[in-house]
Nanobody, 123 residues
Framework: QVQLVESGGGLVQSGGSLRLSCAAS????????IAWFRQAPGQEREAVGC????????YYSDFVKGRFTISGDNSKNTVYLQMNSLKPEDTATYYC????????????????WGQGTQVTVSS
């Protein structure tokens, strides 16, 4: 059974850092890329970035480049989202999602989603 569980969210001051985790089960990171998305209240969901462990590739949306880093740990079957220099506009619920294959661009849709973890950045 495929499962994605996010953790690590919380309240942080502007300029601070958080590391989110996405623990995967039911599949291995070598076989499926993992993407991070976020959704703020009243806003559409947006992609943050993606990691393809098999291809050793990461991709980021422009608004997080240089501040966020995505990495994968095969031994723990876990993907991390390290967020630095956080801004109030980064406040959102963050979700990880399983791609439909090893590439971040396997499909426009994703196979499975986690339940999300809340990140709140105070000014």
């Amino acid at each position: 059974q495929v499962q994605l569980v996010e953790s690590g969210g919380g309240l942080v001051q502007s300029g601070g850092s958080l590391r989110l985790s996405c623990a995967a089960s039911g599949f291995t990171l070598d076989d499926y890329a993992i993407a991070w998305f976020r959704q703020a209240p009243g806003q559409e969901r947006e992609a943050v970035g993606c990691v393809s462990v098999s291809a050793n590739r990461t991709y980021y949306s422009d608004f997080v480049k240089g501040r966020f880093t995505i990495s994968g740990d095969n031994s723990k079957n876990t993907v991390y989202l390290q967020m630095n220099s956080l801004k109030p506009e980064d406040t959102a619920t963050y979700y990880c999602a399983q791609s439909r294959g090893p590439s971040c661009f396997e499909s426009a849709t994703f196979a499975s989603w986690g339940q999300g973890t809340q990140v709140t950045v105070s000014s």
